[in-house]
């Protein structure tokens, strides 16, 4: 998303309600217990990742890609001082001197490492103090009387933007070097039967269908509004393409044949010698890779994990087929040919639960492709949410009639063709921050980013 790292640096919003629900018939209460909910999971979630490792990895820049740790642990703080303590609340600043050197559009991340950052014990105890007085004002809050404040949106847009934060911390996880930080259990395998009788792809029929939505209340900008989409019939892998898969087609070389390539994929592989997705190595005639500080045999698998949109295009180009486009995308994740509506997820309206889709760092990796039935489409595609983010072949832009909220530089100035959009989520995604209309982007070289793809063909193709 914004900053170009797969998860946004801006302001966002997460979900509320089910596309039927309007703001007026959520009551106050369970408004205000959803965003103590949304907002002390992430505050939770914020301490694991900043608490697991010591101080000096804290300040450390682990890659020219990403901010040192501590930095975005204080912009956290800083962001919800600004939204919710300051704009919501009216309260007086507690710390104006230093939004400058967390604002996310002034600084590049390289940078950061040389502004005048608050040190980790000052950066929780900032953070601490802004939670507390933010909360005082939640109990409070009427919930209505405005854009920010109708159904709670800036304190879900607050909740959102940190968990996102924390996506971006565990992508700096990844990238730091040294022992591991963190664990958390293996992710459940499909049942052997079942996954064996799936279908390699799905039909989805050609008609209309809702795109976006008008109704969810924490929903994006980039998201609105609701409009009609008129999408020719097409087949879509019934998983993500997996790491088996793409072994294949580097085993047949298609790192070394330019065919499969976009010029600007071509370019980027022979400038920097890529001949594999990121973080894996050769080794004893055997694949590995380096996940969160552990070297293991690449599983088969398992949804193929960091690669770029060059790669997943090649990829694509190399099986016969192509990257969905983002209504083809949406359509298959979201629309119910039996009721010719949209859902807010694959499988219904309900909220994520561990066994429709793994999201929320519950565990540290995709789970193996076909898992998760009870996450499955109405047409039966699986895995659309959580897992791994998915490249689509679409260019990021406004839908018609988009305007920008709360601010220009959330989405608006990102809209173009330099960057691409990914859809579903990965593991490391919360629900608050994933939903079937939510609309992540990046560039098409990034490869550090909790990204894979499936395919798609017109159903015409042969």
Same mark, same amino acid.
């Given at each position: 998303?914004? $900053?170009?790292?797969?998860?946004?640096?801006?302001?966002?919003?997460?979900?509320?309600? #089910?596309?039927? $629900?309007?703001?007026?018939?959520?009551?106050?209460? *369970?408004?205000?217990?959803?965003?103590?909910?949304?907002?002390?999971?992430?505050?939770?979630?914020?301490? &694991?990742?900043?608490?697991?490792?010591?101080?000096?990895?804290?300040?450390?820049?682990?890659?020219? %890609?990403? #901010?040192?740790?501590?930095?975005?642990?204080?912009?956290?703080?800083?962001?919800?001082?600004?939204?919710?303590?300051?704009?919501?609340?009216?309260?007086?600043?507690?710390?104006?001197?230093?939004?400058? @050197?967390?604002?996310?559009?002034?600084?590049?991340?390289?940078?950061?490492?040389?502004?005048? %950052?608050?040190?980790?014990?000052?950066?929780?105890?900032?953070?601490?103090?802004?939670? +507390?007085?933010?909360?005082?004002?939640?109990?409070?809050?009427?919930?209505?009387?405005?854009? &920010?404040?109708?159904? /709670?949106?800036? =304190?879900?847009?607050?909740?959102?933007? $940190?968990?996102?934060?924390?996506?971006?911390?565990?992508?700096?996880?990844?990238?730091?070097? /040294?022992?591991?930080?963190?664990?958390?259990?293996?992710?459940?395998?499909?049942?052997?039967?079942?996954?064996?009788? &799936?279908?390699?792809?799905? &039909?989805?029929?050609? /008609?209309?269908?809702?795109?976006?939505?008008?109704?969810?209340?924490?929903?994006?900008?980039?998201?609105?509004?609701?409009?009609?989409?008129?999408?020719?019939?097409?087949?879509?892998?019934?998983?993500?393409?997996?790491?088996?898969?793409?072994?294949?087609?580097?085993?047949?070389?298609?790192?070394?044949?330019?065919?499969?390539? *976009?010029?600007?994929?071509?370019?980027?592989?022979?400038?920097?010698?890529?001949?594999?997705?990121?973080?894996?190595?050769?080794?004893?005639?055997?694949?590995?890779?380096?996940? =969160? /500080?552990?070297?293991?045999? @690449?599983?088969?698998?398992?949804?193929? %994990?960091?690669?770029?949109?060059?790669?997943?295009?090649?990829?694509?180009?190399?099986?016969?087929?192509?990257?969905?486009?983002?209504?083809?995308?949406?359509?298959?994740?979201?629309?119910?040919?039996?009721?010719?509506? #949209?859902?807010?997820?694959?499988?219904?309206?309900?909220?994520?639960?561990?066994?429709?889709?793994?999201?929320?760092?519950?565990?540290?990796?995709?789970?193996?492709?076909?898992?998760?039935?009870?996450?499955?489409?109405? %047409? +039966?595609?699986?895995?659309?949410?959580?897992?791994?983010?998915?490249?689509?072949?679409?260019?990021?832009?406004?839908?018609?009639?988009?305007?920008? =909220?709360?601010?220009?530089?959330? #989405?608006?100035?990102?809209?173009?063709?330099?960057?691409?959009?990914?859809?579903?989520?990965?593991?490391?995604?919360?629900?608050?921050?994933?939903?079937?209309?939510?609309?992540?982007?990046?560039?098409?070289?990034?490869?550090?980013? =909790?990204?894979?793809?499936?395919?798609?063909?017109?159903?015409?193709?042969?």
């Amino acid at each position: 998303m914004s $900053e170009n790292a797969g998860t946004a640096e801006g302001t966002a919003a997460g979900t509320a309600g #089910s596309t039927d $629900e309007t703001a007026e018939e959520i009551s106050v209460e *369970a408004l205000r217990r959803r965003a103590v909910a949304a907002l002390t999971t992430a505050r939770t979630r914020t301490a &694991l990742l900043t608490s697991c490792v010591d101080e000096p990895e804290l300040t450390a820049q682990h890659s020219p %890609l990403m #901010s040192p740790l501590v930095w975005d642990l204080a912009h956290i703080g800083n962001q919800e001082e600004q939204w919710l303590l300051r704009n919501v609340g009216g309260r007086e600043a507690v710390r104006p001197e230093i939004d400058s @050197v967390y604002d996310a559009f002034e600084h590049p991340r390289a940078l950061r490492p040389t502004l005048p %950052l608050l040190a980790p014990a000052e950066a929780r105890a900032y953070a601490s103090d802004i939670r +507390g007085r933010v909360l005082d004002i939640l109990d409070s809050s009427p919930l209505r009387g405005g854009p &920010l404040l109708d159904a /709670g949106f800036a =304190f879900g847009m607050i909740a959102q933007h $940190e968990q996102q934060h924390d996506e971006t911390m565990l992508i700096t996880h990844q990238l730091r070097r /040294g022992p591991a930080a963190l664990t958390a259990p293996e992710p459940p395998g499909p049942d052997p039967a079942d996954a064996a009788e &799936l279908p390699s792809e799905v &039909l989805v029929p050609a /008609g209309q269908f809702t795109m976006g939505t008008s109704a969810e209340p924490w929903a994006l900008d980039n998201e609105r509004p609701a409009h009609h989409r008129l999408v020719p019939a097409f087949y879509l892998d019934t998983a993500p393409v997996t790491n088996g898969d793409y072994l294949r087609f580097m085993e047949d070389g298609g790192y070394t044949d330019e065919r499969w390539w *976009a010029p600007a994929g071509w370019d980027q592989i022979r400038e920097h010698g890529i001949g594999a997705p990121l973080f894996w190595r050769r080794e004893a005639g055997q694949w590995t890779r380096r996940r =969160f /500080g552990a070297v293991e045999p @690449v599983p088969a698998d398992e949804p193929v %994990l960091h690669v770029s949109w060059y790669e997943a295009d090649a990829y694509a180009r190399w099986a016969g087929r192509r990257l969905p486009t983002e209504e083809e995308w949406e359509k298959a994740a979201r629309h119910d040919p039996a009721t010719g509506r #949209s859902r807010r997820y694959p499988w219904g309206d309900e909220d994520p639960t561990p066994e429709h889709a793994n999201l929320g760092q519950l565990h540290l990796r995709p789970a193996p492709a076909g898992s998760y039935p009870l996450g499955a489409s109405p %047409l +039966g595609v699986r895995q659309l949410i959580g897992d791994v983010w998915e490249w689509t072949s679409s260019d990021f832009l406004p839908y018609p009639g988009f305007a920008a =909220f709360p601010y220009r530089e959330y #989405s608006e100035v990102f809209f173009g063709a330099a960057h691409k959009v990914l859809r579903g989520g990965s593991f490391a995604v919360d629900q608050v921050a994933c939903r079937g209309t939510f609309r992540n982007w990046d560039l098409p070289v990034r490869r550090q980013i =909790f990204a894979g793809f499936r395919t798609a063909r017109s159903a015409g193709d042969m």
